[in-house]
């Protein structure tokens, strides 16, 4: 943790514990603490949260030196975690055939939780005995050209060979960004290069 301060001064900047792990360290602590936003005088801000995500909406909220967050919105229904009902219509914003939107949020009940025990032991049952689960990764990439599928449970049918080694953590935005857009405008399979990346058949 105490290195990960030290590349990332900014993720410390609310930590209770930096003073403790980076007891000594001064040019560290100077880094934090020129991280930290400058103090503004009182105020009310406000902020969507809508096409963002969790990492950069927190980021947005440091930057400004928000340090106290009011959730004011009439129909909090995103904080519910779990499966409900509604009634859904086709989006008309994203192309993609599995994606729907409710058609009033004011209509949606909650039916109840899955939870993870005995080795997520219920969700498995849903996903795997319930839904097609495909071996062959050649008729899902016709399928996302032809705009049929971009969702998909995928289970290889023999595993060859598998490796790891350490990354950094740290992830590219622009990368990311590009995957994003990629995936917004139904292209994450781009050509026959992907079919001999992922070994399909």
């Given amino acids: 943790m105490a290195e990960a301060y030290r590349r990332h001064p900014f993720h410390a900047i609310r930590s209770e514990m930096a003073g403790r792990l980076l007891a000594g360290d001064a040019p560290a602590l100077a880094a934090i603490q020129a991280a930290r936003p ?3 005088a009182p105020g009310v801000c406000t902020i969507g949260y809508e096409g963002s995500s969790l990492e950069g909406y927190l ?17 909090p229904l995103s904080r519910k975690y779990g499966f409900s009902k509604s009634t859904l219509a086709k989006s008309t914003r994203d192309t993609r055939p599995e994606t729907f939107h409710p058609v009033d949020v004011l209509d949606i009940t909650h039916l109840g939780h899955l939870g993870t025990d005995d080795g997520w ?9 319930q839904g097609k689960v495909h071996d062959r990764l050649g008729p899902l990439i016709d399928a996302a050209h032809a705009n049929q599928c971009s969702l998909a449970v995928f289970k290889p049918a023999k595993i060859l060979d598998f490796s790891w080694a350490p990354d ?7 990368k990311v960004q590009e995957m994003r857009n990629r ?3 139904g292209e994450l399979f781009v050509g026959d290069a992907d079919s001999e990346a992922f070994g399909a058949t």
């Avoid at 032991?121 to 005995?129: A, C, D, S, V």
């Avoid at 950094?168 to 622009?174: I, N, P, Q």
């Fill in 38 to 40: 400058p103090a503004g």
């Fill in 183 to 185: 995936t917004d405008q």
């Fill in 168 to 174: 950094d953590r740290d992830r590219d935005e622009v």
């Fill in 121 to 129: 032991r219920e969700r498995r049952q849903i996903i795997l005995k």
């Fill in 59 to 75: 980021n947005r909220l440091l930057h400004a030196g928000v340090t106290l967050l009011c959730d004011v919105r009439r129909n």
